[in-house]
């Protein structure tokens, strides 16, 4: 049976795309909580405002974490309790929606993959950095059957971050894959083809953002508009114990449905 597709939404994309969301089981991830201004603010107009429109969706709910301005591998302490302190409000913002997954973005970058192919000392640094920061989050997420998935951003060896979440050890935490990160650093950075990440992150692997790119830039074309091999992508997906969840993230939000149709299309998904 071909996988259905969910999508990430703003909640204003969301009351624009409701419709379609509500056509079949597709898993929602919710953008409007990684902002600062929101999570800072009186959540309690936004979150009544996503209860009423995810009222009625049949798939699973998430969101994207807290991301702007920060890493989660920061090496001034007084830095990591701010990062931690940004994870906890969102997951009392999953609490509030029975949400299921958030996503946080990926500490490693392109500098991070030349120093730790010479330095052990350096990965082991920077995943202890990691479980300083995210200790207290993984232990809430657990406590409340929240999951996070770590997704790729600047990432070049596709196994760097299922290194990185065996290591931390938490059944909370598991791998986000980004298609057209993976491109990028496939492209401009030299790193293995997509479907490899796909292949790396194994059973590991719970969420995948679709999304097409030329590799040249962050583009977030519609899957389809772009060079991406998807049959290729798909079936490193279907050889998985278990699909992850498969969500749209363009640019285009307004038209996020142009991509579904272009998988649809390939005979990939729904």
Same mark, same amino acid.
Request: glycine share 8%; proline share 6%; aromatic share 4%.
């Given at each position: 049976?071909? &996988?259905?597709?969910? $999508?990430?939404?703003? +909640? *204003?994309?969301?009351?624009?795309?409701?419709?379609?969301?509500? %056509?079949?089981? #597709? /898993?929602?991830?919710?953008?409007?909580?990684?902002?600062?201004?929101?999570?800072?603010?009186?959540?309690?107009?936004?979150?009544?405002?996503?209860?009423?429109?995810?009222?009625?969706? !049949?798939?699973?709910?998430?969101?994207?974490? &807290?991301?702007?301005?920060? %890493?989660?591998?920061?090496?001034?302490?007084?830095?990591?309790?701010?990062?931690?302190?940004?994870? +906890?409000?969102?997951?009392?913002?999953?609490?509030?929606?029975?949400?299921?997954?958030?996503?946080?973005? !990926?500490?490693?970058? !392109?500098?991070?993959?030349?120093?730790?192919?010479? %330095?052990?000392?350096?990965?082991?640094?920077?995943?202890?950095?990691?479980?300083?920061?995210?200790?207290?989050? @993984?232990?809430?997420?657990?406590?409340?059957?929240?999951?996070?998935? @770590?997704?790729?951003?600047?990432?070049?060896?596709?196994?760097?971050?299922?290194?990185?979440?065996?290591?931390?050890?938490?059944?909370?935490?598991?791998? %986000?894959?980004?298609?057209?990160?993976?491109?990028?650093?496939?492209?401009?950075?030299?790193?293995?083809?997509?479907?490899?990440?796909?292949?790396?992150?194994?059973?590991?692997? /719970?969420?995948?953002?679709?999304? *097409? !790119?030329?590799?040249?830039?962050?583009?977030?074309?519609?899957?389809?508009?772009?060079?991406?091999?998807?049959?290729?992508?798909?079936?490193?997906?279907?050889? +998985?114990?278990?699909? &992850? #969840?498969?969500?749209?993230?363009?640019?285009?939000?307004?038209?996020?449905? #142009?991509?579904?149709?272009?998988?649809? $299309?390939?005979? +990939?998904?729904?």
């Amino acid at each position: 049976m071909k &996988p259905v597709l969910g $999508a990430a939404l703003t +909640l *204003d994309m969301l009351a624009l795309h409701r419709d379609w969301m509500l %056509s079949a089981p #597709r /898993d929602l991830e919710i953008q409007s909580f990684c902002l600062p201004h929101v999570l800072n603010g009186d959540l309690a107009t936004p979150l009544a405002r996503a209860k009423t429109l995810i009222d009625g969706l !049949s798939g699973r709910i998430g969101i994207h974490g &807290p991301y702007i301005g920060f %890493s989660i591998d920061s090496a001034d302490p007084d830095i990591a309790l701010i990062v931690q302190a940004r994870m +906890l409000k969102a997951l009392e913002v999953c609490e509030a929606l029975g949400a299921t997954q958030m996503v946080i973005h !990926s500490p490693i970058t !392109s500098w991070d993959h030349g120093n730790q192919q010479v %330095s052990e000392h350096d990965a082991l640094s920077q995943i202890e950095r990691v479980r300083y920061t995210l200790g207290p989050v @993984l232990k809430r997420a657990e406590d409340i059957g929240v999951g996070l998935v @770590l997704e790729n951003i600047e990432d070049i060896d596709p196994a760097a971050r299922c290194r990185m979440v065996d290591a931390l050890k938490s059944p909370a935490l598991k791998v %986000s894959l980004d298609t057209g990160h993976a491109q990028y650093a496939h492209f401009s950075c030299g790193a293995p083809p997509v479907d490899t990440y796909v292949m790396a992150a194994g059973k590991r692997l /719970d969420h995948v953002h679709l999304q *097409d !790119s030329d590799g040249f830039a962050d583009r977030h074309w519609h899957p389809g508009d772009g060079p991406l091999n998807w049959h290729a992508i798909f079936a490193a997906l279907h050889a +998985l114990p278990k699909m &992850p #969840r498969l969500i749209l993230e363009v640019d285009d939000l307004r038209h996020v449905t #142009r991509g579904a149709a272009n998988l649809a $299309a390939l005979g +990939l998904a729904q």
